[in-house]
Nanobody, 122 residues
Framework: VQLQASGGGLVQAGGSLRLSCAAS????????MGWFRQAPGKEHEFVEA????????YYADSVKGRFTISRDNAKNTVYLQMNRLKPEDTAVYYC????????????????WGQGTLVTVSS
């Protein structure tokens, strides 16, 4: 599976952005899809994930009520709608895929996109 993230940019605090992650390859619908982020000098941080059948989502407490993950299996695409952005959301955002059980441990995920930069100004 190859992943291509897009949609990052510069936004003022309180604004919104929608990230997209297009997947190529077979069996996209069988993967749990997720978003991680990495701020300068920090480790990868789990953001949100969605199961293959879209019946369950997982999210970090830091984005609860502000970010929403969704996926369109017909388009092989996963989205991250980010509302009420804060300066502390500034990071490179990565989409990732995992075939097995959900985990917040980034090293356990199977495939990664190249990342898209989100900058939130105060």
């Amino acid at each position: 599976v190859q992943l291509q993230a897009s949609g990052g940019g510069l936004v003022q605090a309180g604004g919104s952005l929608r990230l997209s992650c297009a997947a190529s390859g077979r069996a996209f619908s069988s993967y749990i899809m997720g978003w991680f982020r990495q701020a300068p000098g920090k480790e990868h941080e789990f953001v949100e994930a969605i199961t293959s059948s879209t019946d369950r989502t997982y999210y970090a407490d830091s984005v609860k009520g502000r970010f929403t993950i969704s996926r369109d299996n017909a388009k092989n695409t996963v989205y991250l709608q980010m509302n009420r952005l804060k300066p502390e959301d500034t990071a490179v955002y990565y989409c990732a895929a995992i075939r097995s059980t959900f985990t917040t441990i980034s090293s356990s995920w199977d495939y990664w996109g190249q990342g898209t930069l989100v900058t939130v100004s105060s």
